[in-house]
């Protein structure tokens, strides 16, 4: 019977004919339309008041997944990090009010190292804004300062060509998160929806081309090279430029270091990679950054943690060639002599070309005299530690890992010691492998990291290297891991201490170990237990390497398994370039 | 050095607020900020006046670049440009001191544009620093209330900031 005011459709006419074109739409079907006209495949989110228009229709549909996490904290990170290792642009959902307040660390973490992520945020109703409503909260206000762009969407008319802007911007150019965010009355209000192929945006123009004069500048500056060295960051494996990096450091023969967010953006067992460079970088690549004459920077921004004291870094003469799509990031802490904007990837390819129809050639003997100063160098063994400890090295296990995913596997870390050594002892060969926090440093990532990388690539190995007091920070996530049977393999270098501290302390403190010890841990191989997972606690060095081999093996496959590795208390990372101190001031483990 | 930027940004909610934002984060100066719709009602005109070292400038015109609903950046100090400030001035005006009021504000081009038995209050345009002389030459005792609304500015001749 059909009720009055209803339409009568003709027999074989269905629901989903309508459903395709020109049919209005309620706010909250645009915002699920658009991510899947968008093929996202994963939203991580958290329902609360205001989004539940929006999850009555994720309800009813099935282009894309959504994960419940236990923590919005937990559900940006892990669109994070699909995002870091697929390259596609993460999907985080959150209510209004404390759901935005949880998610600002996630957003503040993508948007220091360029991640593309785009964050639907619930808001309380339009005539409820700024009336301190119940669970109001000025998202765009309290977001702005760690995003690359945010909407609050007023008008229902607004909404698909917004949802279409926030994929762009957070996309293209330097990528960022984007938040938009929707009043509930928005999610109800109607309107005509078509989502839009693409939209113009007069004041977003991002340079992806390369300046040609500066290109062929740089060219001849590479070829005048006696001390040449190429230093990449996280710009190369945010561009997918690890490839056309490969065939230029090959086609010139020139060392390559790689930053913490840079890793595998060129291969680490390659012979011209002299490893990390930084604070906690090799011996051979801080010194190679020193006293280079000339510099070839990709997709990489002179941080602090990179090159230490810029005034020291200074002192030595040397030219340099600086590469990066933000020119915002061009001579902000370090002058460069050729700066080029645009897309790595763009420039990398166009430098290959001129090298190749070059006449000259690299200086032969320069260089190879320039290698064999780095051959010493890199002799001084500076990652060496103490095989024969009968307490279990983090090292060991770091390295025991490479050997048994055989370099393959996708590795997330926390942040702090054990980080460091991640970034040391797991060799990455392949770019998207790593993920990490490298520039706000947000302990917690580890295991949200994990779980988003796991959902992109369910047949993957992924390890999450963590400590014990990271873990504590999203551990609720354990809860999440078993109801979508993510099967990460969590390895837990457990000093009782937060270690990164502790080392600052030693050093800089006169050993007070003001609040960094851990006490009172849970027992984790229980705790791991009680949330239905396999836990394993690992006491002695002989044991660490079967552990690994059992947790990746094909019996605990499916399987999530936390082991807990007792390891040195006092161990430190080394070397190490103390704060303010310069590039080639480092601490070596031998000398302490 | 002092450094007088424009720029056009999308005029849309909290578009002030981006550029304000931009500037406490980063800890530049700013020494004053206008900002108003432009004959196009969808653009608003900046004008930011700020001090820094050649380095800062840089950043500052960069990142102000970066933010998305910008569209165009002008450093002003760059080239030849007009600056011009509008200022409100209420100032005592009795006695012998009502007189000499008068004079001071027509050497400075000023008009007085209310009255009462005691008080003027005076309009007056031009740079910064000749605001800045007219205050210096009358006694401080007879200002009752000053506003300034910060520069605005605009390149000689052919040069213009428009989209």
Known sequence: MTGVGQTDYPP?????????????????????????????????????????????????????????????????????????????????????GPGVTNAVTGIATAYMDSIPIVVVTGQVPTPAIGMDAFQEVDTVGITRPCVKHNFLVKDVKDLAATMKKAFIIAATGRPGPVVVDVPKDVTYHTTDFEYPATVEMRSYNPVVKGHSGQLKRAVQMLLEAKRPMIYTGGGVVLGNAAAQLVEVARLLGFPVTNTLMGLGGYPATDRQNLGMLGMHGTYEANMAMQHCDVLLAVGARFDDRVIGNP???????????????????????????????????????????????????????????????????????????????????????????????????????????????????????????????????????????????????????????????????????????????????????????????????????????????????????????????????????????????????????????????????TENVFPMVEGGKGLSEMILAEEL | MRHIISLLMENEAGALSRVAGLFSARAYNIESLTVAPTEDATLSRM????????????????????????????????????????????????GAGREEMKRTADIFRGRIIDVTDSTYTIELTGTGSKLDAFLEAIDPAFIIETVRTGASGIGRGERSLKV
């Open chain 1, 12 to 96: 074989g006419f269905t629901n989903d004919l309508i459903y395709c074109q020109f049919m209005e739409a309620t706010g909250a079907e645009i915002v699920v339309r658009s991510l899947a006209e968008e093929g996202v495949e994963f939203v991580f989110g958290y329902p609360g008041g205001a989004v539940l228009n929006i999850y009555d229709e994720i309800f009813k549909q099935d282009k894309f997944k959504h994960v419940l996490v236990r923590h919005e904290q937990a559900a940006v990170h892990a669109a994070d990090a699909y995002a870091r290792a697929t390259g596609r642009v993460g999907v985080a959902l959150v209510t209004s």
């Open chain 1, 311 to 569: 005034a020291h870094f200074a002192r030595e003469q040397r030219r340099i060639i600086h590469v990066d799509i933000d020119p915002s990031s061009i001579s902000k802490r370090v002058k460069v002599d050729v700066p080029i904007v645009g897309d790595v990837k763009n420039v990398l390819t166009e430098m290959l070309t001129l090298l190749k129809q070059a006449k000259d050639r690299p200086d032969a003997e320069a260089l190879t005299a320039w290698w064999t100063q780095i051959e010493l160098w890199r002799s001084k063994n500076c990652l060496k530690y103490n095989k024969q400890s009968p307490i279990i090295k983090p090292q060991y296990v770091v390295e025991k890992l490479w050997e048994v995913t055989k370099g393959e596997a996708y590795v997330t870390s926390d942040v702090g010691q054990h980080q460091m050594w991640a970034a040391q002892y797991y060799k990455f060969d392949q770019p998207r492998r790593w993920i990490n926090s490298g520039g706000l440093g947000t302990m917690g990532v580890g295991l949200p990291y994990a779980m988003g990388v796991q959902l992109a690539f369910p047949d993957a190995q992924v390890a999450c290297i963590t400590g014990e007091s990271s873990i504590q920070m999203n551990i609720q996530e354990l809860s999440t891991c078993k109801q979508y049977r993510i099967p990460v393999k969590v390895l837990t270098l457990n000093n009782r201490y937060m270690g990164m501290v502790r080392q600052w302390q030693e050093f800089f403190y006169g050993s007070r170990y003001a609040e960094s010890y851990m006490e009172s841990l849970p027992d984790f191989v229980k705790l791991a237990e009680a949330y239905g997972h396999v836990g394993m606690k690992i006491e002695k060095p002989e044991d660490v390497e079967a552990a690994i081999r059992e947790a990746f093996s094909p019996a605990l496959k499916e399987r999530m398994v936390f082991m807990d590795f007792q390891t040195d208390q």
């Open chain 2, 47 to 94: 004008t930011i006046v700020t001090t820094g070292s050649e380095d800062v400038i840089e950043q500052i015109t960069k990142q102000l670049n970066k933010l998305v609903d910008v569209i165009k950046v002008m450093d002003l100090t760059e080239g030849r440009h007009i600056e011009r400030e509008l200022m409100l001035l209420k100032v005592k005006a009795v």
